[in-house]
T-cell receptor, first 116, second 115 residues
């Protein structure tokens, strides 16, 4: 079965600290992609970062990095120097390459609250 | 930069009524998708389209129909609305992937309540 698991329904962090949001995945595909999206309270879905299964280096985009551990099937999102505007829902998603239409499988999400 | 535009943004229906949600994208993307988002369940795929004139079922297609008569538009229809279809609906689009992965671009969502 292809599945994304986000075990943390809610997290909180102090402003300016780093936080890690967990994501584990299950797939039999050898090739796949992993995404993180942010959903602020306004509701839109914002693409943050992407990691391919054959990428040797962890992906980084500004304050976001993806801690990819292939053997453990985990793709945790690390946000450095948290800001109040980082308060949002965060979704991990997987694109198994066996799907022909850029299929995305989403986790249930983690709600992050950044405290001043 | 419009990207993906969904109309309407909010709607309240009575059980048994019908309605159509419209999605329009201006990025010339081949693929388009309709999702529903329910609390604690993330996004679930309802239907998708890999090109003009084509549609296919996703994970939760029952009670919905779709059409893609033009490449830029993807319509989601509810023929006879039920309270279980109360949800937030998202449309998304992505380019042809050619075996790689491309992020999907999302609209702002439609909040639909069925009484």
């Amino acid at each position: 079965a292809q599945k994304i698991t986000q075990t943390q329904p809610g997290m909180f962090v102090q402003e300016k600290e780093a936080v890690t949001l967990d994501c584990t995945y299950d797939t039999s595909d050898q090739s796949y992609g992993l995404f993180w999206y942010k959903q602020p309270s306004s509701g839109e879905m914002i693409f943050l970062i992407y990691q391919g299964s054959y990428d040797e280096q962890n992906a980084t985009e500004g304050r976001y990095s993806l801690n990819f551990q292939k053997a453990r099937k985990s793709a945790n999102l690390v946000i450095s120097a948290s800001q109040l505007g980082d308060s949002a829902m965060y979704f991990c998603a997987m694109r198994p390459f066996s799907g022909g239409y850029n299929k995305l499988i989403f986790g249930a999400g983690t709600r992050l609250a950044v405290h001043p | 930069n419009a990207g993906v535009t969904q109309t309407p943004k909010f709607r309240v229906l009575k059980t048994g009524q019908s309605m159509t949600l419209l999605c329009a994208q201006d990025m010339n993307h081949e693929y388009m998708y309709w999702y529903r988002q329910d609390p604690g369940m993330g996004l679930r795929l309802i239907h998708y389209s890999v090109g003009e004139g084509t549609t296919a079922k996703g994970e939760v297609p029952d009670g919905y129909n779709v059409s893609r008569l033009k490449k830029q538009n993807f319509l989601l229809g509810l023929e006879s609305a039920a309270p279980s279809q109360t949800s937030v609906y998202f449309c998304a689009s992505s380019p042809w992937t050619g075996g790689s992965a491309q992020p999907q671009h999302f609209g702002d969502g439609t909040r639909l309540s069925i009484l």
